[in-house]
């Protein structure tokens, strides 16, 4: 640390206070003059070596605590929220909210905290998928009790790739009075699947592959065997609008599908014997790319982590349509932020093939910001709604030397590929992004 690079005058005026001592007294106690303590805590002096020393070691004080701006992102963080649209008239500038920040750390941490929670209570009340994401987000998709549940029955069932169908669709007869019928698509107008209990069957549109089928069977054997704790959840989550809660809903549901066909003890040592390759995790699990990401997003059993990836899909037009974060500490973009140089971009243009590219993202806050990222473009299961997306996995680049498919990229801060805040927050007139997408590394089809 060198003498004349620390400003912490806001931290020392708090520990002096905390102690309830002058200026004068804490001077004497760190042998130099109030006047010169004075200087400091106004932030017109640095914060010396020698100084810092004495203050740990006569006050028990925790350096760690000079840098708590990063718990807002530092000033990158407090220039994204001052860029709000609200704020434009004010003309607050860079230099501004350095000023601010150092002047008064703790004002600037309220700041952040009312601004974030108000935003977040406009989506309680405006944004019913924002919601229900958010309640996703705070159990970091990993539902612990129905997740061994699904295992337990996955394991009763013996399911394996080679049956799983099969298994499903008798647990749904035996058990549930159910059996399963594949429907013409005309019979079917707009839907891909129909629990019709008149006829004690579940209705699946021919427009379905094996893999969406075989989700639809696993999602309704869940949905009937812990409807229970489908249930706790979703009344725990709080939840201001039946809509929310109906997301939720769904999103739970869908977890237990992906549980039953991909069990977890199961899956996790597939993934670490694979080095994740999603492509043999697809076969050996006999489930698509989507639904392999979004399994990859749920790792986190106690004693038995996974590699903390995230998860989003776009649409053709370049609209992030669903987000997943996991355990990777990736933060939901701003509605309408768009990266063109990005790879799920390029996947639309190339159709099928798996990309692959490290890049560097982030709006401030104090979350991981160099990732690998790898894209493919998925076709959307049924008659109406044959379109294409794009599905990304991303995970924190320090932990992808693991990784079958980051063989061959390199992952070094300095070769990754910088997409900046994303378009709405930028502001640079000088933008190079809307040119082709630069990937990393070949594409691996």
């Keep these: 640390m060198s003498d004349n690079s620390l400003l912490a005058g806001p931290s020392l005026r708090r520990l002096r206070k905390r102690e309830g001592l002058t200026q004068a007294a804490m001077a004497a106690s760190l042998g130099i003059s109030p006047s010169y303590l004075n200087l400091i805590e106004r932030n017109q002096r640095p914060l010396s070596a020698r100084v810092l020393v004495q203050v740990i070691e006569r006050y028990d004080f925790d350096p760690r605590s000079l840098r708590e701006d990063e718990a807002i992102g530092g ?11 609200r704020f434009a008239d004010l003309g607050i500038d860079r230099e501004e909210v350095q000023e601010f920040l150092a002047a008064a750390p703790q004002a600037a941490a309220a700041f952040a905290r009312l601004y974030d929670t108000a935003g977040e209570a406009a989506m309680r009340s405006d944004d019913p998928v924002g919601e229900a994401r958010i309640a996703v987000e705070k159990w970091q998709n990993h539902f612990a009790d129905i997740d061994e549940a699904s295992e337990r029955t996955a394991d009763e069932l013996r399911l394996s790739s080679g049956d799983t169908g099969a298994a499903l669709s008798e647990r749904l007869r035996e058990k549930h009075q159910l059996s ?13 699947h129909r629990l019709d209990l008149h006829a004690r069957q ?47 809903r769904e999103h739970v549901t869908d977890y237990i599908a992906a549980a039953l066909l991909m069990p977890y003890g199961r899956f996790l040592r597939a993934c670490e014997q694979t080095g994740y ?33 995230f998860s989003a899909r776009f649409g053709r ?26 790879v799920p971009y390029a996947a639309f243009e190339n159709r099928g093939a798996l990309l692959r590219q490290a890049v560097t993202f ?8 160099h990732w690998f990222t790898i894209a493919r473009t998925v076709e959307v299961d049924g008659a109406a709604c044959s379109a294409r997306k794009a599905v990304v996995l991303g995970l924190e680049a320090r932990f992808a030397s693991e990784l079958a498919h980051a063989r061959g990229v390199s992952l070094a801060p300095e070769d990754a590929v910088p997409l900046g805040v994303g378009c709405p927050r930028c502001g640079r007139v000088d933008c190079l992004t809307p040119a082709p997408a630069r990937m990393v590394g070949n594409p691996v089809r």
């Design 75 to 85: 000033v990158d963080g407090l220039v994204r929220r001052m860029t709000d649209k």
């Design 180 to 192: 399963v019928r594949v429907l013409p698509a005309e019979v079917m107008p707009g839907l891909v």
């Design 202 to 248: 579940l209705q699946l549109s021919e427009m379905l592959p094996g893999a969406a089928r075989r989700f639809q069977i696993a999602r309704q054997v869940g949905a009937l065997e812990q409807r229970d704790a489908i249930e706790t959840l979703v009344a725990g989550a709080n939840l201001s609008s039946t809509e929310a809660r109906d997301l939720f």
């Design 277 to 309: 390759d999603v492509d043999i995790l697809q076969r050996r699990f006999a489930s698509s790319f989507d639904q392999i990401a979004q399994r990859l997003t749920t790792l986190q059993r106690v004693g038995e982590r996974g590699l903390p990836f």
């Design 317 to 342: 037009t370049g609209r992030m349509v669903h987000f997943t974060a996991g355990a990777s500490g990736a933060v939901h973009p701003i509605e309408g932020a768009r990266w063109p140089a990005w």
């Design 362 to 369: 982030g709006e401030g806050e104090a979350v991981p910001k």
